[in-house]
Each structure stands twice: as structure tokens, then as C-alpha cells.
């Protein structure tokens, strides 16, 4: 467990201006909303078996709660004549995260033959990660929920002074975000702007290979090639 709680000495109600080349700035004194604060909780557990087919199966959880207020303020972008009068109203956004997913592999050395390393495994990720404001419970960033799925097998092969390797990996993804209503200033025409949700999936696969030749004690070469995807 974490938590970091500020002491709410400092405000940062001094504006800046960019024509002007003043920076935003903060000044000593009681800020008028609540102070920042750090709230994570984080929890992990572990399996593993050194007799599973010969090789060792590894399994790994974790889960990951954040709570991340900053600073209150009478921020111009977060005013609404519907709750306070231009210019008083006060409020503090923060992020909610909740983070969880699994890791399991199986490995083995000398498969099948002296020198092959072998080991595949399945990934699962999600996150669902928000922002909103403290003080009047507003949406500023919408609940985005992000799903993640990974499978994938890596090998090497030992040859005198050469190792060869090489894998794939298959990648499978989706994100979720919700209808929602931007805040009262994005447009003070129409009470904000509505955005529609939806959502969105990939599906692709990745590969790697490469060797490595060892010339003498201490000194190597390789080369190797890496597909990545974000």
C-alpha cells in the first residue's frame, strides 16, 4: 500500500500569460480546494512448478488500484454557470485506475535435444481508467475500459559458438469507451460538446530471430531482427 497526502501549503491561483511570457506559478498560502494525493494499492501472487512436463510452469497474478486527486482549484476550464458563478467555482480532478491481469509460461531446457531452450506462455491485461472531478462529480475523461490478450513461443538453439533464436507472438486487443458529455467551457453554447462511444479491436501477429556468435571469451556478435506493435 501507498499513499501520499499533500499539505495544501501552496496555491496555484497565480495565472500565466503567454503573450506576456509569464509562466503559471504557484504561491505559498492555503489553496482553496483540497490538497493532491497519491492513494495505490497493489497485490501480486505466484505459482510455480518445477514438474510439469518435464519443464517449470511459472503463473503470475496482479491486481493494481490508483486514486490520484490533484490539487483543488478555480480552474477556467472547469466552470459552469449551472453549478457556481464564472470564476468561483472550485474543484479537483482525479484519476481512478484499476489495473489486473495474468502471466503464466512454461519453460524447459534441452528439449528434445541438448541445446534447444523452449518456453511459450499467455498473457492477460485490462485496465479501466477514468478521470473525473472531486468536487462536483463530473466526467472530464470518460471510463475507458482496455482488454488485452497475448500468446506466444520463443526457442534457442545452442551450435558451438553460435545461438540461434527466434519467436512469435499474437497480440489481440480491445478498448470500450462510453458516450459522454465534455465539460460546460469545451462549448458554452450547448452545455458542452456530446461524443459518441464505441469501441475498437486489433488482432495481429509479431516476430523475432537472431544469432549470436561467440568469437573468444568475453567478446560476441549478434544480429537480430523485431517486429513490435502499439
Known sequence: NYDLNG???????????????????????????????????????????NAVFGGTLTVL??????????????????????LAPIGTLIDAASVLSN???????????????E????????????DDTSQYLVLTNRTWLPDMKFTAHSGYAQGSYDLGPLTFSGGARYQS???????????????PATNGVLFQGGEKSYNTSVFNGGVVYRIMAG???YVGVSQGYD
Not at 115 to 126: E, M, R
Open 115 to 126: 541445446g534447444f531452450d523452449f518456453n511459450f506462455g499467455y498473457d492477460f491485461n485490462k
Open 61 to 82: 497474478g496482479y491486481l493494481s488500484k490508483e486514486a490520484l486527486p490533484n490539487t483543488g482549484a478555480i480552474d477556467p476550464s472547469k466552470q459552469d454557470p449551472r
Open 173 to 187: 486487443g480491445k478498448i470500450e469507451v462510453p458516450t459522454f458529455q465534455t465539460l460546460y467551457m469545451t462549448a
Open 219 to 221: 567478446w560476441s556478435t
Open 7 to 49: 499539505n495544501n501549503n501552496y496555491n496555484s491561483l497565480t495565472p500565466g500569460n503567454r503573450a506576456k511570457g509569464i509562466v503559471q506559478t504557484s504561491v505559498r498560502g492555503p489553496n482553496p480546494g483540497p490538497a493532491f494525493a497519491n492513494h495505490i494499492r497493489e497485490a501480486t501472487a505466484s505459482y510455480i512448478n
Open 99 to 113: 489495473k489486473d491481469g495474468v502471466k503464466a509460461y512454461w519453460a524447459k531446457k534441452d528439449l528434445f535435444v
